[in-house]
């Protein structure tokens, strides 16, 4: 089994990577495969719904979404951390699961 921690923090390795790396190291306890993706601090786009990721298997705008879902594709589950700004999630996450 393998599971892909995404870093939605814009800070690559500060607090909820540290967080993340707890998780990930009790998970690797158990003999489970680990990875974490830092999804970087440059701006995602929000979908347009032009479906060009349905025809193509990429969206259109080529950002780390793409480099996301390829790498969600050899893992069996995912764990999202993401730091808490102002009393909301990191907006980063909207195209993920939005």
Do not use: Q
Not at 15 to 40: D, M, Q, R, S
Not at 87 to 97: H, L, N, T, W
Request: with cysteine; net charge neutral; charged share 25%.
């Amino acid at each position: 089994m393998k599971v892909l921690l995404v870093n939605g923090s814009p800070h690559k390795e500060n607090c909820t990577y540290t967080a993340l790396a707890e998780v990930a190291k009790t998970l690797n306890e158990e003999g489970i495969e680990t990875e974490i993706f830092w999804i970087e601090n440059k701006p995602i786009g929000g979908c347009i719904a032009c479906n060009s990721c349905r025809k193509n298997g990429k969206c259109v705008f080529d950002d780390v979404v793409n480099k996301f879902v390829e790498k969600a594709k050899d893992v069996d589950a995912f764990v999202f951390g993401t730091p808490v700004h102002y009393a909301g999630a990191s907006r980063k996450f909207d195209r993920f699961y939005g």
